[in-house]
């Protein structure tokens, strides 16, 4: 799981779009509370398109702050928190796992972030 939350900072870090998916499932999908207080869910093809617009964290010279919060596994379920900036915002994500055929993927990513 370590492996998994490192390539989701690198890919954070760089917006690297094929590294986020590298280890996202392809029906996964990221979720938030939109700004206007709703649920917003956006399939992970989407979310992806949008990555490949934002500009790279490293681009812009910013310094790293990335932080596993915790890990909890059971079977071929897990739980990863997580915490990053991708400035002015830093966020706190949550990644359910499952490991299907025997590789770890994120089923679904759960998100807040504050501008810092």
Excluded at 15 to 36: L, Y
Excluded at 49 to 63: D, H, I, L, S, T
Excluded at 79 to 105: A, E, H, M, Y
Aim: with cysteine; proline share 4%; aromatic share 8%.
């Amino acid at each position: 799981m370590r492996a998994l939350a490192q390539t989701y900072f690198d890919a954070a870090y760089e917006m690297d779009a094929e590294k986020f998916s590298s280890i996202f499932h392809p029906s996964s999908s990221v979720t938030k509370v939109a700004e206007d207080g709703k649920l917003d869910v956006t399939p992970i093809a989407s979310w992806l398109a949008a990555v490949r617009n934002m500009n790279a964290p490293k681009q812009q010279g910013f310094e790293r702050d990335d932080q596993i919060l915790s890990i909890d596994v059971e079977r071929e379920l897990a739980l990863v928190k997580v915490k990053l900036q991708i400035p002015p915002r830093s966020f706190t994500d949550l990644l359910s796992c499952l490991k299907v055929n025997g590789t770890w993927k994120i089923a679904q990513k759960v998100m807040t972030s504050k501008v810092s």
